[in-house]
């Protein structure tokens, strides 16, 4: 079975662009979560989304966005790009009827904002 | 609210030594707890978790953690240290009622030749 597969894997943005990261989860999987990492912050949550809503949001600002497809795909998007906004974007899911919660991880995608 | 705490932003060890990643907890409700592992430029990989069964949970790679209740404490163990499990550890708690798992702020571990 093939694992969450995300991309790009890198990416190199100037400030004031915007920029959409996809995520395609586990076959199976309904709820697919976004974490962002960075090495002052380390991971914090985005956001969850599960049957293309948004189940939960973490604490960051309306320029970031992100929506499910009915295949469970997701994207995410960051409008109006800060230098601030250069990490590991980390998209994780899961089995939601697992209410163990185990989330299975992506690669992630590195965005450098220049 | 739940919360972790990973005491310890880096440990070091030599090959060969016992391993010792601390992670305390706070949680109002029965927590789920999990060790994941990253590498670099990797995502991160499940190495373990506690779901209220056993208390001592063994995972991947000869790692175990010890759910202790009492204490808050869920810290991750190997006897041996090996080279390749330099990397760096992530405690997270989770719970049945949450959809969302808090992440430590993570540990890196190093091992000495």
């Known amino acids: 079975k093939a694992g969450v597969t995300q991309t790009p894997r890198y990416l190199i943005k100037t400030r004031g662009q915007q920029v959409t990261l996809s995520c395609s989860p586990i076959s199976g999987h309904r709820s697919v979560s976004w974490y962002q990492q960075t090495p002052g912050q380390g991971l914090q949550f985005l956001f969850e989304?599960?049957?293309?809503?948004?189940?939960n949001k973490g604490n960051f600002p309306g320029r970031f966005s992100g929506r499910q497809f009915s295949n469970s795909r997701s994207e995410m998007n960051v409008s109006t790009l800060e230098l601030g906004d250069s990490a590991l974007y980390l998209c994780?899911?899961?089995?939601?009827?697992?209410?163990?919660?185990?989330?299975?991880f992506g690669a992630g995608t590195r965005l450098s904002v220049l | 609210a739940q919360s972790v705490t990973q005491l310890g932003s880096h440990v070091s060890v030599s090959e060969g030594a016992l391993v010792l990643l601390r992670c305390n907890y706070s949680s109002s409700v029965p927590p789920y707890l999990f060790w994941y592992v990253q590498y670099p430029n990797q995502g991160l990989q499940l190495l373990l978790k506690?779901?209220?069964?056993?208390?001592l949970v063994k995972g991947i790679n000869g790692f175990e953690a010890e759910f202790k209740k009492s204490e808050t404490s869920f810290h991750l163990t190997k006897p041996s240290a090996h080279m390749s499990d330099a990397a760096e550890y992530f405690c997270a708690v989770s719970s049945s009622s949450a959809s969302k798992i808090i992440f430590g702020s993570g540990t890196r571990l190093s091992i000495r030749p």
């Open positions: 506690y779901t209220s069964a056993a208390t």
């Open positions: 994780a899911s899961s089995l939601v009827r697992d209410r163990q919660n185990i989330q299975y």
């Open positions: 989304y599960f049957s293309e809503t948004q189940r």
